[in-house]
């Protein structure tokens, strides 16, 4: 169960949308499951038409318009409650029990000792994605004109829902309770991607452009000119008073026509995107220099003269390379989550280097797989070791060779297939914290999208004639298939 919070000040615009047709019609049976005892009181769960929609928003709305309480950032709280398509559907009795147990573990209600907030929960149809779900709104208002609390209600949310997974038998959502998770797309970003024709929302691009720029990074400085090289826009954020130390960044992608860039910042990408994870990368990088480019908007990328990397014999030492990371990791505990997390970040980052390269028109079984792999590279900021205990700069290597090197079917089908048993150390390690549907998702990609790209790569390595140039989508149409003889992949 995943919570979604948002907040305002229009409470009529809000209870509208609750109780209409939703953006994409959407919105079926709408009706009211549970509400406060005041609202409660109006004594039915259907409103409709505009003078009804009203007298609900003037009830909710009541302590707030009494007392006229200054409420920053806005007194109307919504949060929608989502279950996974897999997990199915609850009846209204069954989300009225989770609206009022969320309500009491916020502090919303009568429970928290306090005067209450008035609230309603409010279900209806499935979403476009096919996920059963609840919203709630609350006046943050109390009865008695306080304001009720909402510091770290994001983090409150989850742990609720935690709860209430567990209480009702529902699976529960890895890596809440430890924060070891990636920031979700809202309906906002993907609409907007709709709108601008691009082909996923710009979080996820971003996130693995970053991604493949650190992992081929040996410093800070050069982290920045390969991020300007790959397109992304970059934005310094300078420690208070002057601009001699850069203490975190945000990017963008250029934005087309009218529309002005959505700048993200590091955290709002991933745990691993933060500017100090990122530097744990690189503890010998000189400041000064990583200042410099950071202060200039010159767009440069690494430049790499070493003809090895011109050679299709790159691909295999590449692929060595990633072998021996995996033999290594062997002796590694599934517990180090350092350890583990680092070389998740890197083996995500050279896989997005290679769907840079072989999907450049749209994101692809590569991109996909870079995705799913960058959930296993999430830690807190309590996970404190130092910068050499993740082991970092082990793939750079591989990253530029998959970069660089010079189009080979069977050298790429070599690197693949390390790749893809990296994946399974990985996979055993989720396994063995039983993290299963980490496991799940990595067996999947493995098995599914790169064993895809592997099937291809080897259909062109047998076929006669020249390979198609790279930056050309050429990994897209095969078919998935099934695990590959000797793998053991999962088992």
């Known amino acids: 169960m995943m919570p979604n919070i948002t907040r305002g000040e229009d409470a009529p ?13 959407e919105h079926v049976n709408q009706r ?5 005892a005041d609202i409660v009181g109006m004594g039915r769960p259907y409103f409709q038409g505009e003078s009804e929609l009203k007298q609900l928003a003037a009830e909710f709305d009541a302590p707030w318009v009494l007392f006229g309480t200054d409420v920053p950032d806005g007194h109307v709280w919504h949060c929608s409650l989502s279950l996974p398509p897999e997990d199915g559907q609850l009846t209204d009795e069954q989300w009225a029990d989770v609206a009022q147990q969320f309500v009491d573990g916020m502090g919303f209600s009568e429970a928290s000792g306090k005067a209450p907030c008035r609230w309603i929960a409010v279900h209806h149809g499935l979403s476009t994605g096919g996920n059963d779900h609840i919203h709630v709104a609350v006046d943050l208002v109390r009865a008695d004109g306080t304001k009720a609390d909402v510091w770290r209600d994001y983090s409150r949310s989850q742990r609720l829902c935690g709860e209430i997974e567990r209480d009702m038998g ?3 959502v890895e890596g809440r309770e430890s924060g070891r998770t990636l920031p979700g797309t809202k309906r906002g970003e993907r609409e907007a991607a709709e709108r601008r024709g691009q082909e996923e929302p710009a979080r996820l691009t971003l996130a693995r452009r970053v991604r493949a720029a650190a992992v081929m990074a040996s410093s800070e400085a050069e982290f920045v000119r390969n ?3 790959s397109g992304v826009l970059t934005r310094p954020r300078y420690a208070p008073g002057g601009r001699d130390e850069v203490v975190g960044y945000s990017v963008a992608l250029r934005a087309n026509g009218a529309d002005a860039p959505v700048w993200y910042g590091g955290l709002k990408l991933g745990r691993d995107l933060t500017l100090p994870k990122l530097r744990q990368q690189w503890p010998g990088s000189d400041p000064s220099e990583a200042v410099a480019v950071w202060s200039t908007k010159a767009v440069s990328g690494a430049r ?3 003809s090895l990397l011109r050679d299709e014999a790159a691909w295999e030492i590449a692929a060595q390379q990633i072998q021996q990371v995996r033999e290594q990791l062997a002796a590694v505990p599934a517990g180090d989550v350092v350890q583990w997390a ?3 970040h890197e083996a995500s980052g050279v896989l997005a280097v290679l769907s840079a390269r072989m999907e450049a028109q749209r994101p692809g079984p590569l991109a996909r797989a870079a995705d799913v792999l960058a959930r296993s590279a999430q830690r807190t900021f309590e996970d404190r070791r ?5 082991r970092p700069g082990q793939l750079r290597g591989a990253a530029m060779a998959a970069h660089y090197s010079r189009d080979s079917a069977a050298g790429q089908v070599m690197f693949l297939l390390a790749l893809r048993n990296a994946l399974r150390a990985i996979h055993a390690m989720h396994r063995s914290r039983e993290e299963l549907d980490q496991a799940q998702r990595i067996e999947g990609v493995a098995r599914g999208e790169l064993l895809q790209v592997q099937r291809a790569r080897e259909a062109m390595r047998n076929s006669p004639g020249a390979l198609p140039a790279p930056g050309v989508d050429h990994s897209r149409g095969a078919g998935p298939e099934g695990p590959e003889r000797g793998t053991g992949h999962g088992r």
Do not use: C, E, H, K
């Open 304 to 306: 790499m003269t070493n």
């Open 386 to 390: 130092s910068p050499a205990a993740g």
């Open 170 to 172: 529902l699976r529960v």
């Open 32 to 36: 009211l499951i549970a509400a406060s």
């Open 227 to 229: 991020l300007r090289a």
């Open 342 to 344: 680092q070389t998740a």
């Open 13 to 25: 615009d809000l209870i509208r949308y609750l109780f209409g047709p939703g953006r994409s019609n």
